[in-house]
């Protein structure tokens, strides 16, 4: 057998059959579900008399539409209407056909993408789906995860397999050190600056090289988390001893020799010294620095030394993009000021992020001009875990709302949202137009390089503080 790439491995395990259409059926490991693209997914499955053909691999939890204040009315606490029969909705059809979820009121509930490896559901080698763009997080563990769209939702739903296509393989290699201040949210923001919103168009990228090894486990999930923002399929990190130790006793992994044979067959799954990849990117760790968006792309990135840049009269994108901005070309980004802060969202919603977005903010209050800041933990459990180590009273003396699981801001499908014309500090992945408010502006940053926002009133070099 001629050399493979992880992305090939994955994908040899898990192919089933060659359709005359040229697409491929592929059997899927894990299904994960939330409330906005499973209801007709379950509808298509009672319109057709079917039902999940392996109940066990399904879990689900509610997260887009879910308020991150005052929980203690449960359901009845959602005020949209709309958002409030999704989350019934979701409920009802997860007791209709036995699948497990964490619902509202449940400790573990939480954003998909952070209760997953949270739990010990995603685990490597498998191939992971979910009606949500960013499912590219669960790559972290050397899983193949993917979107899905709602159709598809109710095709692996009935049939526990994706039609799907064979991607491309794209290796991003990024050695060296980097520099104190830098994070996995730069790192991720840096390439997809350099490579663009298209360039991993058709691939799936593995990240390596010394400076990913180096990364944590959610360094990992933050850098894959962003890679379908470079238009990948998926991103991936080939799974070592950081990986097997994370995913150890957790409640849905593997235990005792179960566990060990597991890790056996995890251990192989790395790309083969020779195998060849269709495009490669090289990259030096140590001269990333803090970055921030300027635009309304995540490819409109600069560092925080940088400015904004200039246009030309044939480049409409840019002007639009600084239109709806309101910003001017030349403006250094340390001179952008800031309405909003937000450390949350699947980029950076978990311990490791409020760990370190809470030292910056230690002995010290927000800004005036700060209109509100808000913490929102990933899940019920890193909002525990937090609370234990004192993390929310750093954050609610330093003048940020502390605030329970979910999406949030991050999309704005739910109460949190900015008002016209505001700009946001934000640590989330998206940054389009209307993203977090009708006519907000995001600026995506890492979660410490918000917080030194939230101290400043406007962006600053976090390797200052």
Request: charged share 25%; glycine share 8%.
């Amino acid at each position: 057998m001629s050399q493979r790439t992880l992305y090939d491995k994955i994908w040899d395990d898990h192919f089933v059959a060659q359709r005359e259409d040229g697409s491929t059926l592929m059997y899927i490991d894990r299904h994960l579900i939330h409330e906005v693209t499973s209801p007709q997914a379950f509808d298509g499955l009672r319109q057709n008399s079917l039902i999940p053909r392996q109940v066990k691999t399904v879990v689900a939890t509610p997260d887009h539409n879910v308020p991150t204040t005052d929980r203690s009315k449960d359901i009845e606490g959602i005020k949209d209407p709309i958002s409030k029969l999704q989350v019934v909705t979701l409920n009802d059809n997860c007791d209709e056909f036995g699948i497990n979820q964490f619902k509202l009121s449940d400790e573990r509930q939480g954003i998909v993408h952070v209760i997953g490896p949270e739990q010990g559901i995603t685990l490597p080698g498998m191939t992971i789906v979910c009606g949500d763009s960013h499912t590219s997080t669960h790559g972290a563990f050397g899983s193949l995860a993917m979107g899905i769209g709602t159709s598809e939702v109710e095709h692996v739903l009935a049939t526990q397999c994706l039609i799907t296509q064979k991607q491309k393989n794209m290796l991003i290699e990024i050695n060296g050190q980097l520099q104190k201040g830098v994070t996995a949210k730069d790192l991720t923001m840096f390439i997809i600056g350099k490579i663009g919103t298209a360039g991993g168009t058709e691939h799936v990228i593995e990240y390596a090289g010394s400076a990913i090894e180096n990364l944590t486990m959610e360094g990992r999930m933050t850098l894959c988390n962003m890679a379908i923002e470079a238009g990948a399929r998926a991103g991936m990190v080939a799974p070592d001893e950081k990986t097997f130790d994370y995913v150890a006793n957790r409640p849905f992994s593997p235990k005792g020799s179960d566990f060990d044979k597991a890790v056996k067959y995890w251990a192989s799954l790395k790309t083969d010294p020779d195998a060849i990849f269709n495009a490669t990117y090289s990259f030096e760790a140590s001269e990333i620095l803090p970055q921030v968006t300027w635009g309304t792309s995540p490819e409109m990135v600069a560092h925080i030394e940088d400015c904004v840049p200039e246009t030309r009269k044939d480049d409409k994108t840019i002007k639009s993009a600084l239109d709806y901005m309101g910003l001017k070309p030349g403006t250094k980004i340390k001179d952008i000021e800031v309405d909003q802060i937000f450390i949350g969202s699947c980029t950076n919603s978990r311990i490791e992020d409020l760990r370190a977005a809470s030292k910056i903010l230690i002995g010290n209050k927000i800004s005036n001009r700060i209109k509100r800041a808000i913490v929102v933990p990933g899940s019920g459990l890193v909002k525990k875990q937090a609370e234990s180590e004192g993390l929310d009273e750093i954050f609610k003396s330093a003048g940020f709302e502390w605030r329970d699981a979910g999406c949030s801001m991050c999309l704005g499908m739910n109460p949190d949202q900015l008002n016209e014309y505001e700009r946001c500090a934000s640590t989330s992945n998206r940054n389009f137009e209307g993203r977090q408010g009708y006519k907000g502006r995001t600026h995506l940053v890492s979660p410490i390089m918000a917080a030194a926002a939230s101290l400043e009133g406007k962006f600053m070099d976090v390797r200052e503080i």
